[in-house]
């Protein structure tokens, strides 16, 4: 029997916080004029600082934060949307949509109380920067998620600070 050690790129985790899509969406874009390189994104940002909203009045805002995204992430990818005790209603849309909306005991992770600071710890942030984080949701910035090569999110990194 015979074995062979595989060696692979590092897969991690590069966070950048932005106070509008359309900024994020010119972050994207210079991307990918400079760079062929298949990515994986999210973008985690709140739906609305209105507690008293109908649900008629979410949809019409979830329908317009989808379109909007459609130009951002393309036209097919997750999308999905939760309550958290501490932020308020967010939506997460991309590659890590499953994860935030994954139910446990039939509550979303992401609406758990410590759900939003588990999944981050799950991607490797340290606990100052999803502190920062969590305090820019709650100031209604988006946060971008890229997960991609560590060598690849090196490269990239210049083009994020806008």
Request: with cysteine; aromatic share 6%; charged share 20%.
């Amino acid at each position: 029997m015979s074995s062979k050690k595989h060696n692979t790129q590092q897969k991690s985790f590069v966070i950048r916080t932005f106070p509008s899509l359309s900024q994020i969406e010119t972050v994207l874009s210079n991307i990918a004029q400079k760079n062929n390189t298949s990515l994986q994104l999210s973008i985690l940002g709140k739906l609305t600082t209105n507690k008293s909203i109908t649900k008629k009045e979410l949809k019409k805002i979830i329908v317009d934060i989808k379109q909007q995204l459609s130009t951002v992430l393309g036209k097919q990818y997750q999308f999905g949307y939760f309550h958290n005790t501490e932020i308020g209603a967010l939506f997460i849309a991309g590659h890590l949509t499953s994860t935030f909306i994954n139910k446990i005991d039939k509550r979303k992770l992401g609406s758990l109380p410590t759900g939003l600071i588990g999944i981050f710890k799950g991607l490797g942030i340290s606990t100052e920067e999803i502190d920062s984080f969590l305090t820019a949701l709650k100031n209604e910035n988006y946060c971008l998620i890229i997960r991609g090569e560590s060598s690849i999110l090196n490269t990239l990194e210049p083009m994020l600070n806008i």
